[in-house]
């Protein structure tokens, strides 16, 4: 085989693996990788590959492939069958396992808590087992019905997340009260009226207050004072009694009861003494019957010692418990608290803005479900943090979208161009390259078309151009003329193949949102007007979009990634 199509061959294969980009870098070392008879023509190589690697650029994906398809198959990335799975558990018995998921309904969920859902979730599917949504919504402050739907239509409903049971665990209040009743009869905790600031220090010298001391019966009078209303907000606290001098100062005698007079969302002005995350959380595991917990290692084992403890107390069973490196969201806003001011002062548009990673903000641009469940097979149980960013996230999407979306032609910034001797020609092409059974779409041509001001302004003298679909022609004394039809006559010599639209009454206004939040306006080919709301399509050298909304006279989309 000639050096020239080797090139060719590996320059494809690298494009087509990378969006469209082939990189020169990469190229060589694979090619010498696989040839070793190469390796002392280094400088020859170099020289053709750039060459090679300007020419490959200008094809679009779709092109790509299909020249690859035709001179080398076999480099074609088969597509993958099969997939991950996720490792197995300890202690797992088929039908047994128990996992929860534990959102507080305090927040618009983000792309790092749906992957903590989905794990856990996915954990109770292989075994067969169940899994229960906990809404963890003891904090009246911060619990709000908003976020409850927001969990049902973000988490469950685009994720398509089952759960076999569904607890808010302020119902579960009643069952709060007793058990604390039954540890202030105990002694193993108390009513404590000194102030934060005093508590901070004593417990950091590891000394008791003078509240450590009182009977159990007069702890248990206090304790009926604090339900009945009789103390403010911050007068007094439940504390558990454990260890003042222990090295985990978590454990010395922390907080696990407080006041707090806030109308809860739920349960409205029923309690006015609420159980902190740890407390609630220890017991609720044994409620739900819970066999492993999935949890991000930043959770930390100084409260897994307290929660553990709390369980001990009451002789419930531990669970497994499994920790995962932490995913991190990169370069973009994952505080609820930080988002919710953006929208205050009208800088994003609200919690579906594209420049955000909320749940919300994915599905409205395009990201599909898989997407999450392919990713949370690829970081799996990890132990180190994962870095979450739109690299990840679109490389994952691209691969199912581009099996799924429709190619349409959609230009902005249009330019009008006379191609003279263009043929009318009525030109069926593909919706989409590889499945013919989705149909085809029509352009019919005449002399004049638009192509984007960008690929006008790259025109040559001389040089011959291809409209993608259609065929080729010359710029020549500052006019366009046709040359001819045949793709081969361009692959010799072609300099560049652009899409491309007839000037035609029946072209649509589109708009797409871009992920800066800008608006890019253009027109579309007519059959535009078929796709459906919530679809994704691609516009050939542009990208994928999701149609967002039809107006009067335009076609809003929303851009998914290149
Ligand atoms: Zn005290």
């Given at each position: 085989m000639?050096?020239?199509?080797?090139?060719?061959?590996?320059?494809?294969?690298?494009?087509?693996?990378?969006?469209?980009?082939?990189?020169?870098?990469?190229?060589?070392?694979?090619?010498?990788?696989?040839?070793d008879?190469?390796?002392?023509?280094?400088?020859?190589?170099s020289?053709?590959?750039?060459?090679?690697?300007?020419?490959?650029n200008?094809?679009?994906?779709?092109?790509?492939?299909?020249?690859?398809?035709?001179?080398a198959?076999e480099?074609?990335?088969?597509?993958?069958?099969?997939?991950?799975?996720?490792?197995?558990?300890?202690?797992?018995?088929?039908?047994k396992?128990?996992?929860?998921?534990?959102?507080?309904?305090?927040?618009?969920n983000?792309?790092?808590?749906?992957?903590?859902?989905?794990?856990?979730?996915?954990?109770?599917?292989?075994?067969?087992?169940?899994?229960?949504?906990r809404?963890?919504?003891?904090?009246?402050?911060?619990?709000?019905?908003?976020y409850?739907?927001?969990?049902?239509?973000?988490?469950?409903?685009?994720?398509?997340?089952n759960?076999?049971?569904?607890?808010?665990?302020?119902?579960?209040?009643?069952?709060?009260?007793?058990?604390?009743?039954?540890?202030?009869?105990?002694?193993?905790?108390?009513?404590?009226?000194?102030?934060?600031?005093?508590?901070?220090?004593l417990?950091?010298?590891?000394?008791?207050?003078?509240?450590?001391?009182?009977?159990?019966?007069?702890?248990?009078?206090?304790?009926?004072k604090?339900?009945?209303?009789?103390?403010?907000?911050?007068?007094?606290?439940?504390?558990?009694?454990?260890?003042?001098?222990?090295?985990?100062?978590?454990?010395?005698?922390?907080?696990?009861?407080?006041?707090?007079?806030?109308?809860?969302?739920?349960?409205?002005?029923?309690?006015?003494?609420?159980?902190?995350?740890?407390?609630?959380?220890?017991?609720?595991?044994?409620?739900?019957?819970?066999?492993?917990?999935?949890?991000?290692?930043?959770?930390?084992?100084?409260?897994?010692?307290?929660?553990?403890?709390?369980?001990?107390?009451?002789?419930?069973?531990?669970?497994?418990?499994?920790?995962?490196?932490?995913?991190?969201?990169?370069?973009?806003?994952?505080?609820?608290?930080?988002?919710?001011?953006?929208?205050?002062?009208?800088?994003?548009?609200?919690?579906?803005?594209?420049?955000?990673?909320?749940l919300?903000?994915?599905?409205?641009?395009?990201?599909?479900?898989?997407?999450?469940?392919?990713?949370?097979?690829?970081?799996?149980?990890?132990k180190?943090?994962?870095?979450?960013?739109?690299?990840?996230?679109?490389?994952?999407?691209?691969?199912?979208?581009?099996q799924?979306?429709?190619?349409?032609?959609?230009?902005?910034?249009?330019?009008?161009?006379?191609?003279?001797?263009?043929?009318?020609?009525?030109?069926?092409?593909?919706?989409?390259?590889?499945?013919?059974?989705?149909?085809?779409?029509?352009?019919?041509?005449?002399?004049?078309?638009?192509?984007?001001?960008?690929?006008?302004?790259?025109?040559?003298e001389?040089?011959?151009?291809r409209?993608?679909?259609?065929?080729?022609?010359?710029?020549?004394?500052?006019?366009?003329?046709?040359?001819?039809?045949?793709?081969?006559?361009?692959?010799?010599?072609?300099?560049?193949?652009?899409?491309?639209?007839?000037?035609?009454?029946k072209?649509?206004?589109?708009?797409?949102l871009?992920?800066?939040?800008?608006i890019?306006?253009?027109?579309?080919?007519?059959?535009v007007?078929?796709?459906?709301?919530?679809?994704?399509?691609?516009?050939?050298?542009?990208?994928?979009?999701?149609?967002?909304?039809?107006?009067?006279?335009?076609?809003?989309?929303?851009?998914?990634?290149?």
């Open positions: 000639e050096l020239k199509e080797i090139i060719l061959k590996y320059a494809l294969q690298n494009a087509v693996k990378f969006n469209g980009k082939a990189n020169p870098g990469a190229i060589i070392g694979k090619l010498l990788k696989d040839n008879d190469l390796k002392t023509r280094i400088k020859e190589l020289k053709e590959i750039q060459k090679t690697v300007k020419d490959v200008k094809l679009s994906v779709d092109e790509q492939k299909e020249k690859l398809k035709e001179i198959p480099m074609l990335e088969k597509k993958k069958i099969e997939k991950k799975e996720l490792p197995e558990l300890k202690n797992a018995v088929m039908g396992v128990v996992t929860r998921i534990p959102p507080e309904p305090s927040k618009y983000h792309i790092g808590h749906a992957l903590s859902f989905l794990l856990n979730y996915l954990y109770a599917k292989k075994y067969k087992g169940k899994s229960v949504l809404f963890e919504d003891t904090n009246p402050t911060a619990s709000k019905q908003e409850v739907d927001a969990m049902k239509k973000d988490v469950l409903e685009y994720l398509n997340i759960p076999d049971k569904t607890v808010f665990v302020s119902d579960d209040m009643p069952k709060f009260y007793k058990l604390a009743e039954d540890l202030i009869k105990r002694s193993e905790a108390y009513v404590c009226f000194c102030d934060r600031e005093k508590m901070q220090d417990r950091h010298k590891g000394l008791p207050c003078e509240c450590r001391n009182n009977s159990a019966e007069k702890n248990l009078e206090e304790w009926k604090m339900l009945s209303r009789k103390y403010n907000e911050g007068k007094c606290v439940l504390r558990l009694k454990i260890d003042l001098e222990s090295d985990n100062h978590v454990m010395r005698d922390p907080v696990i009861f407080r006041i707090i007079y806030a109308e809860h969302y739920r349960q409205k002005e029923k309690y006015c003494v609420w159980p902190m995350y740890d407390f609630e959380n220890a017991v609720e595991e044994e409620f739900c019957g819970i066999t492993h917990i999935l949890r991000s290692s930043e959770f930390g084992n100084m409260r897994i010692e307290l929660q553990d403890y709390i369980k001990g107390l009451f002789g419930f069973k531990k669970q497994e418990v499994i920790q995962y490196g932490r995913f991190n969201v990169v370069g973009a806003i994952t505080q609820g608290r930080e988002i919710r001011q953006l929208i205050e002062d009208k800088k994003v548009i609200g919690w579906d803005d594209p420049r955000l990673v909320t919300r903000a994915l599905k409205r641009r395009g990201i599909v479900p898989e997407m999450f469940y392919d990713l949370v097979l690829k970081v799996g149980l990890s180190t943090p994962t870095n979450i960013d739109w690299t990840v996230i679109s490389s994952i999407n691209r691969k199912i979208l581009d799924n979306s429709d190619r349409y032609f959609f230009i902005h910034d249009p330019k009008e161009i006379t191609i003279k001797n263009a043929p009318n020609l009525d030109i069926e092409i593909k919706l989409h390259p590889e499945h013919e059974e989705r149909g085809t779409r029509n352009l019919k041509t005449n002399e004049n078309f638009y192509i984007s001001e960008k690929d006008f302004k790259e025109l040559k001389g040089e011959l151009y409209l993608m679909h259609a065929f080729n022609f010359k710029k020549q004394k500052n006019q366009f003329v046709f040359d001819s039809k045949e793709l081969e006559k361009y692959k010799q010599n072609g300099k560049k193949i652009m899409h491309w639209l007839p000037k035609d009454e072209l649509v206004r589109v708009e797409v871009m992920p800066n939040a800008k890019v306006k253009g027109i579309a080919e007519p059959s007007k078929n796709i459906k709301i919530n679809d994704v399509v691609q516009f050939e050298r542009f990208g994928f979009c999701k149609l967002d909304s039809i107006e009067k006279d335009k076609l809003v989309f929303w851009f998914t990634h290149e």
